[in-house]
């Protein structure tokens, strides 16, 4: 008998405890093991829950208990998931999760201490929700050298984006709804601002690269500041706005690694990836492009991913899964300011074409945009390919001249 914790009764230990139970024939056949939850930790009370008997608010109950051999740690946030995670290590038992949070900042350490141990420490449900990454990238795609990953990575965000795109809705209504549907964090800044999709490259970039990448050294930006304005023109460029999490490993070696809004073209596979769905496209030398699609977010896609995990550690108590990467200080990241790429760039303004000649003095080529209804008093145009610095010092330069900057969002090659 395997006996499982699951440290959290939220949207997805709920949904994990939901999984267990319903698919239990099956996952015994498929783990060839009898499995079973002994505990769910949670300080809340639950007196409806069909799981009574197994509720407790001590974790030293599931600590002490040897016969738990694996912990499911679906809380969230970094405290105290981090020192229940890092006990339960250091007893031998195996930990799960979906904490990209706690993955993302504690990774390296963590994964150290389940080495240390003869434990494992999975995590396919952080990235991606229910879409298959970790393994692949780990495993299937262990032969390629990676030369990119870029993804959508964060539901809420492409539902508000998608709701803003096709229906013209406001991100406060999207956003609510996005609430409503069990999609966004309890702290939903961590969706909009781009934290969130920020860990998740993070991780990605960690386990392609092999050194631990900080959600710190990752340039993130979220999208409070879109504006339906800028949607429009996004269209008359040819394509939409995607919040895009990417990892670009460049000539020097080092990474350009960022999240935020970008412009992708419509034709790309990321354009039209919709709703609360994540894409994600993992560039191999190999393979080419590979893309993972499917629902980053939600109880049951996340709840799947998190029991696939507790299978695989069942099926593995004492054996290593090859899932490590060491720990690294950001030398390894460009600086955001020296990355390159073209910028869509919106400025009010009382007469467009002195607008648009300064424009052209300051960036040097420019395209300007069109939509409907824009009316004389602003300009919106395209650059060419520039550093982030020589950008900056242009867009200083325009307010300095009177223009003031209302958007400025990266132009993607995807
Ligand atoms: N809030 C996250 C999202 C949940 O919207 O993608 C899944 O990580």
Same mark, same amino acid.
């Given at each position: 008998?395997?006996?499982?914790?699951?440290?959290?009764?939220? +949207? $997805?230990?709920? !949904? $994990?405890?939901?999984?267990?139970?319903?698919?239990?024939?099956?996952?015994?056949?498929?783990?060839?093991?009898?499995?079973?939850? #002994?505990?769910?930790? @949670?300080? =809340?009370?639950?007196? @409806?829950?069909?799981?009574?008997?197994?509720?407790?608010?001590?974790?030293?109950?599931?600590?002490?208990?040897?016969?738990? #051999?694996?912990?499911?740690?679906?809380?969230?946030?970094? /405290?105290?998931?981090?020192?229940?995670?890092?006990?339960?290590?250091?007893? !031998?038992?195996?930990?799960?999760?979906?904490?990209?949070?706690? +993955?993302?900042?504690?990774?390296?350490?963590? *994964?150290?201490?389940? #080495?240390?141990?003869?434990?494992?420490?999975?995590?396919?449900?952080?990235?991606? !929700?229910?879409?298959?990454?970790?393994?692949?990238?780990?495993?299937?795609?262990?032969?390629?050298?990676?030369?990119?990953?870029?993804?959508?990575?964060?539901?809420?965000?492409?539902?508000?984006?998608?709701?803003?795109?096709?229906?013209?809705?406001?991100?406060?209504?999207?956003?609510?709804?996005?609430?409503?549907?069990?999609?966004?964090?309890?702290?939903?800044?961590?969706?909009?601002?781009? /934290?969130?999709?920020?860990?998740?490259?993070?991780?990605?970039?960690?386990?392609?690269?092999?050194? /631990?990448?900080?959600?710190?050294?990752?340039?993130?930006?979220?999208?409070?500041?879109?504006? *339906?304005?800028?949607?429009?023109?996004?269209?008359?460029?040819?394509?939409?706005?995607?919040?895009?999490?990417?990892?670009? =490993? &460049?000539?020097?070696?080092?990474?350009?690694?960022?999240?935020?809004?970008?412009?992708?073209?419509?034709?790309?596979?990321?354009?039209?990836?919709?709703?609360?769905?994540?894409?994600?496209?993992?560039?191999?030398?190999?393979?080419?492009?590979?893309?993972?699609?499917? #629902?980053?977010? !939600?109880?049951?896609?996340?709840?799947?991913?998190?029991?696939?995990?507790?299978?695989?550690?069942?099926?593995?108590?004492? =054996?290593?899964?090859?899932?490590?990467?060491?720990?690294?200080?950001?030398?390894?990241?460009?600086?955001?300011?020296?990355?390159?790429?073209?910028?869509?760039?919106?400025?009010?303004?009382?007469?467009?074409?002195?607008?648009?000649?300064?424009?052209?003095?300051?960036?040097?080529?420019?395209?300007?945009?069109?939509?409907?209804?824009?009316?004389?008093?602003?300009?919106?145009?395209?650059?060419?390919?520039?550093?982030?610095?020589?950008?900056?010092?242009?867009?200083?330069? &325009?307010?300095?001249?009177?223009?003031?900057? &209302?958007?400025?969002?990266?132009?993607?090659?995807?």
């Amino acid at each position: 008998m395997v006996q499982v914790a699951v440290m959290g009764y939220g +949207v $997805v230990g709920s !949904g $994990v405890v939901e999984v267990m139970s319903e698919h239990r024939d099956s996952i015994n056949k498929r783990t060839k093991e009898e499995m079973g939850i #002994k505990y769910i930790l @949670d300080i =809340r009370d639950f007196p @409806d829950s069909p799981f009574q008997d197994k509720f407790t608010k001590n974790f030293e109950d599931i600590l002490n208990d040897d016969e738990v #051999k694996v912990v499911a740690e679906v809380m969230g946030g970094v /405290h105290p998931a981090y020192e229940f995670t890092k006990q339960c290590l250091e007893k !031998g038992k195996s930990v799960v999760t979906s904490n990209k949070e706690l +993955v993302a900042t504690k990774g390296a350490e963590l *994964l150290k201490i389940a #080495k240390q141990n003869n434990a494992n420490y999975l995590f396919e449900a952080s990235v991606g !929700g229910g879409i298959p990454i970790i393994r692949p990238l780990s495993q299937c795609l262990a032969a390629n050298e990676v030369i990119e990953i870029a993804g959508i990575l964060n539901g809420t965000t492409n539902f508000i984006l998608t709701k803003m795109i096709r229906e013209k809705m406001s991100f406060a209504d999207a956003l609510a709804m996005a609430q409503q549907l069990g999609y966004a964090e309890r702290n939903p800044a961590a969706d909009v601002e781009g /934290h969130d999709a920020g860990r998740k490259i993070s991780i990605l970039a960690s386990l392609a690269y092999g050194k /631990h990448v900080y959600p710190e050294y990752v340039h993130t930006q979220g999208i409070t500041e879109i504006t *339906l304005e800028d949607v429009a023109y996004a269209a008359s460029w040819g394509g939409v706005i995607k919040l895009i999490g990417q990892v670009k =490993r &460049l000539e020097d070696q080092t990474l350009d690694i960022t999240v935020e809004p970008m412009f992708v073209e419509k034709n790309s596979q990321l354009a039209n990836v919709d709703d609360v769905f994540n894409g994600i496209m993992v560039r191999g030398d190999s393979t080419g492009d590979v893309v993972f699609y499917g #629902k980053g977010a !939600g109880k049951l896609p996340t709840a799947s991913a998190v029991v696939a995990d507790i299978m695989d550690c069942a099926k593995h108590l004492k =054996r290593r899964k090859y899932l490590e990467w060491a720990d690294g200080d950001g030398s390894i990241v460009k600086p955001y300011a020296e990355t390159t790429y073209p910028v869509y760039i919106r400025v009010a303004c009382e007469d467009k074409q002195a607008a648009f000649q300064k424009a052209q003095e300051l960036f040097a080529n420019v395209s300007a945009l069109v939509r409907a209804n824009a009316g004389g008093n602003e300009l919106a145009f395209v650059t060419d390919e520039m550093t982030v610095a020589r950008q900056e010092k242009a867009v200083q330069a &325009l307010e300095e001249a009177g223009y003031q900057v &209302l958007s400025k969002i990266r132009i993607s090659d995807l």
